[in-house]
Every structure is written in C-alpha cells, then in structure tokens.
C-alpha cells in the first residue's frame, strides 16, 4: 500500500459493482439485463459505473428482481447514509404502507374523460374497455403496449397511448401526501399498489408522489400479484421484514384492507370524499408510543 492508502470506495461505485457482479452472475449482457428490468442503456450504464449516485428504490428493485437477487444484497455496503426510522405507534406498527390511486393521487377518472373526449367515444364505451384490461396489466401479464393495442382495438381507433393521458391528468392528493412525508420521519414506509408497467416510475421521475426514501416498492405488475389477493401482502409483509402484527395498510378499497387485515396487519381506510378527516384519524393513529 502506498504512504498514501487507498482511496475509499464511493458509495455510488460500491453499488455499480455488485450490479455488474450480479449481471454477470445472472449471465446477462447489459442490454438483457435493460430489456427485463425495463431500463434504458444509459440509465444501467450510469449505475455500473458509480455515475448515478442515489439510484430509485424502484429502479433497484426491478434490477434485483431480473438478475434473481434482492434488494439488500444489490446495495449492501453501498445502502449507508442516515439509520431508518425505527419508531412505533402505540399499536405497535412500525412499517406503514400506502396505496397510490385514489390515495395519494386522484383515481383515473379524468384520463378516462379526457381519452372517450378525444377520442369522440362514450365515457362507458371507454371505462368498459379500460376495465376489461386493466387487472392483466396491473398483473404484469399485459405490457403497456399491449394494453394500448387491447383498448384501441376494442374501441375501434388506431391507437391509444394511456400513459400520455394518465401522466397528463395527475392530481396529487394533498393531505395524503402530506401525511406521507411526516410518516417517513417517524417510521419506515412503502408503496403498495396495483398498477400497470411503467407507471410508479413515471410518477416518482415526474415528483407525483412524496420524494421520499421509501423502504419498499411494491408494484403489481412488476411482483405478478394484484390486491386484494393474499399472496401480495405476504409479499409486502417478506420485503418488510417485519411481522404482520407490524405493518399498516392506508387504502381506499375495503377488499384491500379486508385482506390485509385477514393476513394480520392493521388497516386505515383513506375515504377521498372526507380527506381531511381520513388524515386526521390517520394522524392520530399515527402517534408515536411514549
């Protein structure tokens, strides 16, 4: 060693190395490994080589999920930074889940109006065909293109680019986002959402949804399940690493947090009518045990 010493490894290039090591491991090219976990080139290019200093949660997780390994073991040392909240509300949770839609943004309601408007088709024509592919694409089993090609060749037009129209209508919900952020101070949180490839990252790079450091994203269509089924909770639940007993769910749909709750987790309903209300019971089961 030189009078010197070796200079220390960053945290960003820590990173880049154990992906590449995992790529390899896995015996994928870096435009296999961009193609399965829904990267551009330059995007994975960047992480190999310690360009990108603080990666997305999503972005490591869908590369975790193509090259078989975990989370965890991609970022390892490389995770560092400031310690995780490790606080408990007085119930005893101490990791809270959220849902996105009709959550943490208004449902699809306005892309659905805007896309029959454009499209000089009926709102029902258009929600009818929305809904019959909707649970394939949140089930990954229906690619983005493919669910556009499915509804523009159900409704009789040349195409449809759903994406566009959704990104386009976002509207955040203010007092749940809000709630968000303060809970990300006091304990560890995550995303849990049925929803088609491409969206939650569209999201986060647009600053739709809190600039949070979530613990856990969990995508449907990236994990293959949908709510209200059981196996995504005890997904969620193993991702968590924390007892059912631990976790909260904050959902909209009652299906949901009736499974949940079935699989043993604590549950707040979000009622969007009432949203100020929601978040202040929410708040208030939220306190921090003393």
């Known amino acids: 060693m030189s009078e010197m010493g070796e200079a220390p490894v960053k945290a960003e290039e820590a990173l880049g190395a154990r992906l590449q090591a995992a790529r390899k491991a896995a015996g994928l090219t870096q435009q296999g490994l961009c193609h399965q976990a829904g990267l551009s080139f330059s995007t994975l290019a960047k992480i190999e080589r310690g360009a990108i200093k603080s990666p997305s949660v999503f972005t490591v997780q869908s590369i975790a999920e193509a090259v078989g390994t975990t989370v965890d073991a991609l970022l390892g040392a490389a995770k560092g930074g400031a310690p995780r909240p490790a606080g408990r509300t007085r119930s005893g949770v101490s990791f809270i889940y959220f849902d996105i839609n009709g959550c943490l943004i208004q449902s699809s309601e306005r892309a659905l109006t805007n896309l029959a408007r454009d499209l000089g088709l009926t709102l029902d024509t258009v929600e009818t065909a929305y809904w019959h592919f909707n649970d394939d694409a949140c089930h990954g089993t229906l690619s983005a293109e493919g669910f556009n090609a499915a509804m523009a060749q159900r409704l009789g037009v040349p195409s449809v680019n759903w994406h566009d129209y959704f990104f386009a209508a976002l509207e955040p919900i203010i007092p749940m986002q ?16 049925n929803v088609m490839p491409g969206l939650i990252p569209g999201m986060l790079e647009r600053k739709m949804l809190p600039a949070v450091d979530y613990d856990v994203i969990i995508d449907s269509s990236a994990v293959g399940m949908i709510k209200p089924d059981a196996q995504i909770f005890e997904r969620a639940a193993q991702e968590a690493g924390v007892p059912p007993a631990e976790l909260l769910l904050i959902d909209d749909t009652r299906a949901n947090l009736q499974s949940a709750e079935r699989c043993g987790w604590h549950v707040l309903l979000f009622d969007g009518f009432h949203a100020e209300e929601s978040v202040d019971r929410a708040r208030e089961a939220l306190e921090p045990a003393t």
């Open 178 to 193: 809000e709630l968000l952020k303060w809970a990300a101070t006091q304990y560890r949180v995550g995303l849990l959402s």
